[in-house]
């Protein structure tokens, strides 16, 4: 009765070994994976070109049109933060919530970078 236990316990630590491993493995395939926020971004430039961005990736900087926006939409399931700078950097950002749109004040700087709260 001993063997059979042993063999059993064998065979159940060797399954939950394999389980974490393909676990692990799941994991790491998932998070290289390009994750978007879906939806779309449109953003109306300085020169009332309309510019649409549809389910752009979650990571890094996005930069607008060399002319900026005064206009953003954010029709994606996550917040982002727009940025006067073509880098995502310095000051005088601006928030924008999931299906919110923020329009720019005649007298501002538009608008060159933006990138999502994640």
Partial sequence: MSVTATA????????IAAGATLLTLALTGCSGLGRTAVGPVTY???????????SPSVNG????APSGAHEVMNRTLIDMILYR?????GGGTT???????DVNSPRSLPW???RFVH
């Fill in 8 to 15: 059993t316990d064998r065979r159940r630590r060797t399954g």
């Fill in 44 to 54: 109306t430039t300085g020169r009332d070109r309309v510019v649409s961005v549809n």
């Fill in 61 to 64: 900087c996005h930069r607008m």
């Fill in 85 to 89: 700078t073509r880098d995502c950097s």
């Fill in 95 to 101: 928030y924008v919530a999931t299906t919110v749109t």
């Fill in 112 to 114: 060159r970078s933006y």
